[in-house]
């Protein structure tokens, strides 16, 4: 059905009356100017790109790793996958640029020593026939126990043992580890963990070895999710869009934190900021002197709040002051104060006074202070009313059923749209909070003042849509009704979602006229 206009639309005794015609905000015309390929009016219109991300379970993620192993061996022409690995970590995990550096004859052995790989042989030579003595444990040993690496450090099997399986234990990076000789960095390479260590400790280095996997990557990074575990991947490192893990957490790539999750249209320096200054001491020193001033005794210094009364100040000494009486605007003795200069109510030496030029500082403290509370008390405005719709997202069965039991719906299809409107109630509460940080941080006027009439758009929408889906039931007199109701609710959740989407865009990628 269409909803150009909503004026005087009814669900049995329901109604609203306002106009809600959407508007481009990047012309300022009306919605009904825009055309039929800006919203679709009757539906969700999906805006589709190819995937840019891909959301992989642990196995696959370390199968798409071997793959990458094989090849880089077979085209460098390695002798082990432990060498090929080696390298591979070196570069993080980017085999086009190993390869493309490795094949480059001059540099070969410049890039295998700086990723820890002394020689391409993974063991270095020993004499089963002689006897060594281990510089580890101080024993003699047979050469049948003898053990070393490429760079042909030998020790016995018993200290290799108890090293690698202590590094597994302490190190949390044990993949890293390198040859116990002094100044030694050679990497100690997958075979020969598996060689030494027991099969419970060999497990452990195998998960270490993952995790690894995925944070030497920058292009992979765990779902911060609790208890998930997927991995996510992505074809640009530092991607603005946000990435959705398929257990359905949405979240910023480069900040992989579950407690920001998808933080825009505001940027990363952004929220890094805006969380700075939500916890900061400074906004309390910043209260203190917009909203104080000090004792003007040299002795006391003590922060003075005035709330009323003529400008006779007193430092009271059951507040833990010193007794000083003085002129609250010139700080002066009240001794030198009476009626020849200004009386109790004003003081003709203010102006002339260092302490003119302190309040002047701030006063300039106490605006920027109310703008930052202006925008904070909106952030979490929308911050509660996101977790009123998200509660009302968990309620959704039991409005579903009551529909079932009030009008005989038979398919549960007919209630899907219940939850698909509050999850679009819930987005459109992450991005407006999110807006309000974006929009504190914003200095270009001409950018402001554009953006905040979409942002007061995006509000007016979504609380209308917020209004609509709270429709009580009893208000919704009969199943023609309720088909009326759905479809209106449907509609608009489709409409806000492409607004939401373009609002979202158009930020990222700057606003104009």
């Not at 006897?131 to 003699?140: A, H, P, V």
């Not at 209260?287 to 009323?308: F, H, S, V």
């Not at 023609?480 to 979602?497: L, M, R």
Request: aromatic share 12%.
């Amino acid at each position: 059905e269409n909803m150009d206009s909503m004026s005087e639309e009814t669900y049995g005794s329901y109604s609203f009356e306002e106009d809600h015609s959407f508007e481009d905000y990047s012309s300022f015309e009306d919605f009904d100017t825009v055309g039929d390929d800006y919203f679709d009016l009757g539906a969700s219109q999906e805006i589709t790109r190819q995937p840019s991300f891909y959301v992989l379970e642990e196995d696959v993620f370390i199968e798409q790793i071997q793959r990458d192993i094989d090849e880089v061996q077979g085209v460098l022409g390695l002798p082990t996958k432990a060498a090929a690995s080696i390298l591979l970590g070196h570069h993080k995990w980017n085999k086009e640029v190993l390869i493309s550096n490795y094949l480059n004859e001059e540099k070969q052995q410049e890039i295998r020593e700086k990723a820890g790989l002394a020689s391409l042989d993974l063991e270095g030579a020993s004499d089963i026939q002689k006897t060594y003595n281990c510089l580890i444990c101080m024993d003699d040993f047979p050469g049948t126990e003898a053990y070393a690496l490429g760079c042909g450090h030998i020790y016995c099997s018993t200290c290799w043992k108890l090293y690698l399986e202590n590094q597994i234990q302490v190190n949390i990076n044990c993949v890293k580890t390198v040859c116990p000789a002094p100044n030694c960095t050679n990497i100690v390479h997958e075979q020969a963990f598996r060689r030494f260590c027991s099969e419970k400790m060999y497990k452990a280095y195998e998960r270490s070895f993952f995790v690894s996997l995925v944070s030497e990557n920058p292009h992979v990074k765990f779902c911060p999710a609790p208890d998930c575990g997927l991995v996510v991947r992505t074809e640009r490192r530092n991607r603005l869009e946000a990435v959705k893990c398929g257990c359905g957490f949405q979240f910023c790539f480069k900040c992989c934190d579950y407690d920001i999750g998808d933080h825009l249209p505001a940027t990363c320096d952004h929220i890094d900021r805006w969380i700075k200054k939500c916890s900061d001491e400074s906004e309390n020193v910043a209260w203190m002197i917009a909203n104080t001033k000090k004792c003007p005794n040299k002795d006391c210094r003590k922060p003075i709040e005035k709330n009323g009364g003529c400008m006779h100040m007193t430092c009271r000494t059951h507040a833990g002051g010193c007794g000083y009486e003085f002129c609250w605007l010139c700080r002066g003795p009240w001794s030198e104060h009476g009626s020849s200069t200004g009386g109790y109510y004003s003081c003709n030496k203010y102006d002339a006074s260092e302490a003119k030029e302190e309040d002047i500082k701030a006063e300039d403290v106490k605006t920027e202070l109310e703008a930052y509370m202006f925008y904070y008390h909106r952030y979490e405005s929308h911050r509660d009313a996101a977790k009123i719709a998200d509660e009302q997202r968990l309620n959704t069965k039991d409005k579903a059923q009551a529909i079932f039991e009030k009008f005989g719906i038979r398919e549960q299809e007919d209630t899907k749209f219940l939850e698909k409107a509050t999850e679009q109630l819930i987005e459109n509460r992450r991005v407006l909070a999110n807006s309000y940080i974006y929009g504190y941080y914003v200095e270009n006027e001409v950018v402001k003042n554009l953006f905040q009439h979409i942002q007061e758009n995006l509000e007016k929408y979504t609380d209308h849509l917020s209004g609509i889906y709270e429709t009580p039931l009893d208000k919704i007199e009969d199943y023609h009704a309720f088909i009326k109701w759905k479809t209106d609710v449907t509609n608009y959740t489709g409409v806000i979602n492409n607004f939401l989407v373009k609002f979202v865009q158009d930020v990222m990628t700057g606003l104009t006229y």
